[in-house]
């Protein structure tokens, strides 16, 4: 079955980049599936950031593309996240999901990791 | 870009019907997927390509989608059905994901 989880600094301060990493395990992240991070800030709804495939193909939300990196590493079967100039607007719930071909719907998720941006 | 509408609350009593809709310009020729998050969780997958429930998604879980308007039925709903609910598409002319802002469904 597969599971992932999200690691990273749970506290960045503003202007500084945040970056996260998913791992992935009990499956193939070169396997035919894009890769994505998901957001939420406190009390709010969910936020599409992006999703990559793993031979490069990259789709990233409009409003985020300037600051947004989603990078894949086959080698230790993992994908990441760096969000540049973060501002408190930023601070969220940050989960990754494994997005199935097609780019329709999320199929497995993390449990998500709490990024705050404060000084 | 794409604009999904939910209502945001909505409460069922124990054994009753909660319908849950998610309105879309044409959203009827699109594939609808829906999420459970309950509190303190990451989401869930219950219905995908608007009417298929994944595996150990429960009966009482289904989806519709017509028009302008996507709809996730829960039957006979229990209070361990509580949770905000969200759809999402993908939408290709900006080849974007968007997800509604969500439903709160509360079992009275």
């Known amino acids: 079955q597969l599971q992932m989880q999200e690691s990273g600094p749970g506290l960045v301060k503003p202007s500084e980049t945040l970056s996260l990493t998913c791992i992935v395990s009990?499956?193939?992240?070169?396997?035919?599936?894009?890769w994505a991070w998901i957001r939420q800030p406190p009390g709010k709804g969910l936020e599409w950031i992006g999703s990559?495939?793993?031979?490069?193909?990259?789709y990233y939300k409009s409003s985020l593309k300037s600051r947004v990196t989603i990078s894949v590493d086959t080698s230790n079967n993992h994908f990441s996240l760096e969000l540049s100039s973060v501002t408190a607007t930023d601070t969220a719930m940050y989960y990754c999901?494994?997005?199935?071909?097609?780019?329709?719907?999320?199929?497995?998720w993390g449990q998500g990791t709490l990024v705050t941006v404060s000084s | 870009s794409y604009v999904l509408t939910q209502p945001p609350s909505i409460s069922v009593a124990p054994g009753k019907t909660a319908t849950i809709t998610c309105g879309g310009n044409?959203?009827?020729?699109?594939?609808v997927h829906w999420y459970q998050q309950k509190a303190g969780q990451a989401p869930v997958l219950v219905i995908y390509y608007s009417r298929e429930r994944p595996s150990g998604i429960p009966d009482r879980f289904s989806g519709s989608n017509s028009g302008n308007t996507a709809t996730l039925t829960i039957s006979r709903v229990e209070a361990g059905d509580e949770g905000d609910y969200y759809c999402?598409?993908?939408?290709?002319?900006?080849?974007?994901?968007?997800f509604g802002g969500g439903t709160k469904l509360t079992v009275l």
């Open positions: 999901a494994r997005h199935v071909p097609g780019r329709d719907y999320f199929d497995s």
């Open positions: 009990g499956g193939s992240i070169s396997s035919n599936y894009y």
């Open positions: 999402q598409v993908w939408d290709d002319g900006t080849e974007h994901v968007e």
């Open positions: 990559m495939y793993y031979s490069g193909r990259r």
């Open positions: 044409r959203i009827g020729s699109k594939s």
